[in-house]
């Protein structure tokens, strides 16, 4: 049996004079509510680090930064930007190429077996579909033409 949050306290919640349900602090009602709730019960670490760099932007706080893409002014139009060598750009294809493969999911000899049979099962109707159409035509234009 699942019991939501509102099940939990003992089913409905009765109203106060007013006709508005009473306040429950531990559930936030709107998005920001939320959002803040979110923030404040992730745990500290690397992604909490990345969200203070996020909320503070460099030079603000009066300390002197090392000048990124940011900070850098925006190129002219007509300067192009530096291209790199035919031999660079297939090491970072194939490097990028390896990269998404490690991502994939394959599948095991079990799910293989199941889709091959799928696979061919359904060529094996299509075919059969088009030879009884094909036949159905020829003996159609046999009847009108013949």
Wanted: net charge positive; hydrophobic share 40%.
């Amino acid at each position: 049996m699942v019991v939501s949050d509102s099940d939990a306290s003992g089913g409905e919640q009765e109203q106060d004079g007013t006709g508005q349900k009473p306040e429950n602090p531990s559930r936030p009602v709107t998005a920001a509510a939320r959002r803040e709730r979110r923030a404040t019960a992730r745990p500290a670490g690397k992604s909490a680090a990345r969200a203070d760099d996020k909320a503070r932007p460099a030079g603000k706080s009066g300390e002197k930064t090392a000048p990124d893409a940011k900070g850098a002014p925006t190129p002219k139009r007509d300067q192009k930007a530096k291209k790199a060598s035919v031999f660079a750009r297939l090491v970072r294809f194939i490097r990028e190429v390896w990269a998404e493969l490690r991502k994939v999911i394959w599948p095991n000899r079990k799910q293989m077996v199941t889709y091959t049979v799928v696979v061919l099962a359904f060529v094996v109707f299509m075919v059969g579909l088009v030879s009884v159409l094909d036949l159905a035509f020829k003996w159609g234009i046999g009847k009108i033409f013949g």
